[in-house]
């Protein structure tokens, strides 16, 4: 069975600061690797999404990058803003879940103004 | 833009009624998905639906049924509503088949309380 673990759970950060939000999963064989932001009692807006044959997709101060062989992927947060402020979710489709989706437990991120 | 609109932001039902959540997607999507969310749980699938008419349980479908008449909407039904089913219910679509490379959208959410 898939999973997905993100890390850290939680991120407190002064505004302005570079970030990391580590998804790591446990069967490479995905065939895509979705990463979401998801505001407090809100749906999930989808903010990256990186296909199987790709290493990293970007928009605008984010940016995504995926190596399948380790089962890794990482979100990077430039000049962090307090609007930034929510909780991350990475989700993988394909493995041994098919063309559901599995996702992690989130990393919730806080920038200080 | 592309869409999927769920019904309600909002609901308050009572313990034993039969509660209907709906969710609507206007980008011809195949593949149709109910989850819960709830505080150290996570997303949990509880039914998707790959066609009109198809079904599939997910991980927790017990006290749930879903409807899927037409392509663009997907029902989810509580027959008898509990406490234990108060969450955050979401709706997400996406392109059909295993390989798909188009990715999920989500719906903004029904938080429904049961009392």
């Known amino acids: 069975k898939q999973e997905v673990t993100q890390i850290p759970a939680a991120l407190s950060v002064p505004e302005g600061e570079n970030l990391v939000l580590n998804c790591s999963f446990t069967d490479s064989a995905i065939y895509n690797l979705q990463w979401f932001r998801q505001d407090p009692g809100k749906g999930l807006t989808s903010l990256l999404l990186i296909q199987s044959s790709q290493r990293e997709q970007t928009s605008g101060r984010l940016n995504a990058s995926l190596d399948k062989s380790s089962g890794r992927s990482t979100l990077y947060i430039a000049a962090s803003q307090p609007g930034d402020s929510a909780t991350y979710l990475c989700?993988?489709?394909?493995?041994?879940?098919?063309?559901?989706?599995?996702f992690g437990e989130g990393t919730q991120l806080t920038v200080n103004p | 833009d592309v869409k999927v609109t769920q019904s309600s932001r909002y609901l308050v039902k009572r313990t034993g009624e039969k509660v209907f959540l709906e969710c609507v997607q206007d980008m011809d999507h195949e593949n149709m998905f109910w989850y819960r969310q709830d505080p150290g749980l996570g997303l949990r699938l509880i039914y998707f639906?790959?066609?009109?008419?198809?079904?599939e349980k997910g991980d927790i479908p017990e006290g749930y049924s879903v409807s899927r008449e037409k392509k663009e909407r997907f029902s989810l039904i509580l027959e008898s509503a509990s406490t234990n089913q108060t969450s955050m219910y979401l709706c997400?679509?996406?392109?059909?088949?295993?390989?798909?490379?188009?990715?999920?959208?989500f719906g903004s959410g029904t938080r429904l309380t049961v009392v």
């Open positions: 989700a993988v489709i394909g493995g041994t879940s098919g063309s559901r989706l599995t």
């Open positions: 639906s790959y066609d009109v008419k198809m079904k």
């Open positions: 997400a679509s996406s392109w059909s088949g295993t390989g798909t490379n188009y990715g999920y959208t």
